[in-house]
């Protein structure tokens, strides 16, 4: 069987990158930034784009192989 999957510290890494995004996101364009509701416009956006991505995430590493990135 060919498991292409990312090991979890491939995982870890991913998760780190995206949350280190959103917070980076989140300052220049979130909640309470822009005129008016914009800010409430681009957060939301964001919030939704970064759960469904950290759900895929979470969903597609082998949480019980120990490898940083898969094997070619």
């Given at each position: 069987m060919n498991d292409d999957r990312p090991g979890?510290?491939?995982?870890?890494?991913?998760?780190?990158?995206?949350?280190?995004?959103?917070?980076?996101l989140e300052e220049?364009?979130?909640?309470?930034?822009?005129?008016?509701?914009?800010?409430?416009?681009c957060g939301v956006v964001f919030l939704v784009l970064f759960v469904?991505?950290?759900c895929y995430i979470l969903a597609t590493t082998h949480w019980?192989?120990?490898?940083?990135l898969p094997v070619p």
């Amino acid at each position: 069987m060919n498991d292409d999957r990312p090991g979890c510290l491939g995982g870890l890494l991913r998760l780190a990158l995206l949350a280190w995004l959103f917070e980076f996101l989140e300052e220049r364009f979130g909640f309470g930034k822009g005129c008016s509701c914009s800010g409430v416009g681009c957060g939301v956006v964001f919030l939704v784009l970064f759960v469904i991505l950290a759900c895929y995430i979470l969903a597609t590493t082998h949480w019980g192989h120990f490898a940083p990135l898969p094997v070619p």
